[in-house]
């Protein structure tokens, strides 16, 4: 994933951008970057790892290196970007999020044609934001090269330029996959992938580019170069797991779909219990307890938080670069409470269940602290599928995910034919599957939302949303 903010302005742009981008933190582990532009000294850019340090702590220096009217910045869960790119356009600053997955193709493309280079990174890996700056750079002007990028990549991408004049330009992937929401101040206008970031500087929201829409930003307003398209299908994951809970998307809020899953979940889910209801209904912090409020809110039975995160001194769970580490510091964060383990069925909702790993040491913690019985709920449907469009997943092969491991141990090969029934729970197959899974992990049981339940909750026409993840299909 990642994220961006961007402030085109007639005042220095580089403290709002420093903030706004801060407010994307969550979007993104491995580094980030700010560039600016002034009248003198052009256009600038500062890049940090952030994988052991908070963006802040990397980024606090660089009002003594950096200024201008207009700044741009971002999260990344990849490259390093923005990057600065001198061409026959003029000199930008372009920055990136989503993915090529035809990006060998596309550079062996350019090579041939132009008889160019490109700068090598470890492995011999092209940068993915030099490669689509390159093509752009072919194009006439920026919005034909942007037009063009839209066309030939496989995978999304949404695409934020400052030109040297200071003006941002700014084009939505071409299916909407991500959100892109525009702001406007007495000073400026901003863009931003999260609606709360800008609000907090003193934006007001002026609207969200539609699909394949490219926008031109200057101090006095926008510009429309290319409208939007039709066809949308932005990520319904961002609503179960990656948004951050203040932020609206297609004007739904994120914390607000989390309650109406928790509570859809619940309405089939406590017919099943009788009169053995859990004591207590408890979220996997941070993301699954929204969820799991809606869940108890709906159900009846309270809502507890029987283990606490200890964040101060380690706020990701997953900084340490191999998984050893992570599981270690993982367990070090959970401090439990006992009086509301000890003894007690403790029911609890994720946000969505992908490998498992953690799930697996909160779970030992919790019998090991004596809990009476441990369920789990996943407040989306089992992932079959590695994420093509936007990585969120994480996942280098299907055989990641746990649910299509536990698959082909449960059938062999043969069950990767039989995805559809094993999603479902009403059927042998999707039975087996939970069984196993929830074997696998300790739980008392083991359930999934169904897709009907996660698009209801968020309330848009299932033909607009992104469910390639759990159905597999485009």
Known sequence: MGGYFGVVSRVDALSDV???????????????????????????????????????????????EMHGTSAIGCISDSE?????????????????????????ELMEAYLEESGGHFDAMTGGKVNQVELLAAIIARKGDFTEGLRYVQEVIQGSASILIMKEDGNLIVARDRLGRLPVQI????????????????HKLGYTKVRELGPGEIVELSPDGMTTLTPAGEEMKICAFLWSYYGYPTTS???????????????????????????????????????????????????GIPFARPFIKYTPT???????????????????????VHELIEDKKLLFVDDSIVRGTQLKETVDFLYDNRAKEVHMRSACPPIMYSCKYLNFSRANSEMDLIARRTIVELEGEEGNNHIEEYSNPDTERGKALRRAIADKFNFASLEFQSLEGVIKAIGMEPCKLCTYCWTGKE
């Open 18 to 64: 420093f903030f706004g981008t801060d407010y994307h933190s969550h979007l993104g582990t491995k580094r980030a970057g700010l560039a600016s532009c002034s009248a003198d000294k052009g256009l600038q850019r500062v890049i940090h790892n952030i994988e052991n340090s908070p963006f802040r702590t990397k980024f606090e220096t660089v009002f003594d």
């Open 249 to 299: 998307y297609e004007g739904i809020n994120v914390e607000a779909m989390r309650y109406r899953n928790g509570a859809e979940m619940a309405e089939w889910d406590m017919q099943k219990f009788g009169d053995d209801k859990p004591d207590f209904i408890c979220g996997v912090p941070d993301s699954g307890t929204p969820h799991a409020i809606g869940y108890a809110n709906r159900s």
């Open 80 to 104: 390093p970007q923005p990057l600065l790119i001198r061409s026959r356009m003029g000199a930008f600053a372009i920055s990136v999020t989503g993915v090529v997955n035809n990006a060998e």
């Open 183 to 198: 702001g406007k101040d007495e000073n400026g206008m901003c863009v931003s992938f999260e609606s709360f970031a800008m």
């Open 314 to 336: 380690w706020p990701r769970s997953f900084t340490p670069a191999n998984q050893k580490d992570r599981n270690k510091i993982a367990k070090m964060k959970q401090i439990a």
